[in-house]
């Protein structure tokens, strides 16, 4: 693997275009903003850049242009959260970071590895953060020949004395998680669902079906790996928008999401059926509101996002987690939208059993590099 380095060469804060945002009255924090985790949430996009009257300097600008007027319709991200009610100093700005890469684009996703990631992140990822710092940051790094990785890390934010059983299903005590890439191809899922489908009326979505599969597959190897006989609980995010009435956009801004949990016995899981998993976590959705809605799904993904030289050539949520995230697992669909990536954040000794699970193999197939793309 080649040695791979970021050098930060410029630091800004981005503010709003538009004056009239000095007139905004304070943002105030719904309570799912205020019970939601308080954590950067990344996502990186790379974008290979043939035209070459895009040089660098026209590819920050252009950025820090963008930024600028997005602000003056999504001000509060500009602000800073003040005592879990509210978001304010909207003149604040958005820290805007430039880098440079010592390789090109190509070499760097051809010879490295998911932890590589984190070297193109303006903050850790998924770590816990204070009031009365920046709610987004942002940083754009310049490969050579012109290719770029943009990053976009949104704040969460939470009570310090939230709900203990939150810490402890996200935040762990030791240090030894990592996070590793797998792929379920189209064949995979298609035959996946086929078997997820068992006695339910309905075939279960992509997502569904995944997230059954790999759950029971966390069960095998926790089975293996522990004498314990604690029962698994499953927690997905679920999107309020489509749920309310009258409905919001899904661009509206704001932490309007929940939790969905369901529990299967540990024990079991071998004489557990991927269709139960799967009705069980379907059923826990469905609590929220008869119409359910996959939250995970829209009318746009991240590779529409263009900023006027393309769309990205890959996507990725962060690099290595380590010890901040535990028992993880988030979808990205690759560029053809058809296969789709599981990055999945597992204590070393499950991650390792994961990875020699058979039955886990015979549908995902580890990526632990970018050359596959």
Not at 63 to 70: A, D, R
Not at 90 to 107: H, I, K, N, T, Y
Not at 219 to 244: D, F, G, H, T
Request: net charge negative.
């Amino acid at each position: 693997m080649l040695n791979f380095e970021v050098e930060i060469f410029a630091r800004e804060s981005i503010r709003q275009s538009s004056p009239q945002i000095h007139g905004m009255k304070p943002f105030k924090l719904t309570f799912f903003d205020q019970l939601t985790p308080a954590i950067y949430a990344t996502i990186i996009s790379f974008y290979s850049i043939s035209e070459t009257s895009f040089t660098p300097a026209i590819i920050l600008h252009q950025l820090k242009t963008s930024l600028s007027e997005t602000l003056n319709l999504f001000y509060p991200l500009s602000g800073r959260i003040k005592a879990n009610m509210l978001v304010d100093s909207f003149d604040e700005g958005v820290p805007f970071v430039s880098a440079q890469a010592g390789c090109r684009l190509s070499e760097f996703l051809k010879h490295h590895e998911v932890k590589s990631l984190n070297k193109l992140l303006p903050c850790h990822p998924f770590s816990k953060e204070l009031n009365q710092v920046p709610l987004l940051v942002c940083q754009a790094t310049i490969f050579s020949c012109d290719e770029a990785s943009k990053v976009f890390p949104p704040r969460n934010e939470v009570p310090e004395n939230y709900l203990s059983m939150m810490e402890n299903l996200w935040f762990p005590e030791s240090n030894n998680y990592i996070t590793k890439r797998f792929t379920f191809d189209t064949k995979s899922i298609t035959e996946l669902r086929a078997i997820a489908k068992g006695e339910l009326e309905a075939t279960p979505s992509r997502v569904q079906t995944l997230s059954g599969f790999i759950w029971k597959r966390f069960m095998a190897v926790s089975c293996r790996n522990s004498e314990s006989s604690k029962p698994s609980i499953a927690i997905q995010a679920v999107n309020l928008r489509p749920r309310m009435n009258p409905s919001l956009s899904h661009n509206s801004i704001g932490n309007l999401i929940w939790w969905a949990s369901c529990a299967a016995d540990v024990a079991d899981e071998k004489s557990t059926e991927l269709f139960e998993l799967v009705k069980l976590m379907r059923e826990s959705v469905e609590a929220f509101d008869e119409d359910y809605l996959n939250s995970l799904q829209g009318d746009q993904g991240f590779y529409e996002l263009d900023f006027g030289w393309g769309k990205p050539q890959w996507i990725a949520p962060f690099g290595e987690v380590a010890s901040d995230f535990r028992n993880l697992v988030i979808f990205v669909p690759t560029k053809c939208g058809q296969d789709i990536e599981a990055w999945i954040t597992l204590d070393e000794k499950r991650m390792s059993l994961l990875e020699k699970d058979a039955e886990f193999l015979k549908f995902a197939y580890p990526t632990p590099k970018f050359s596959s793309l």
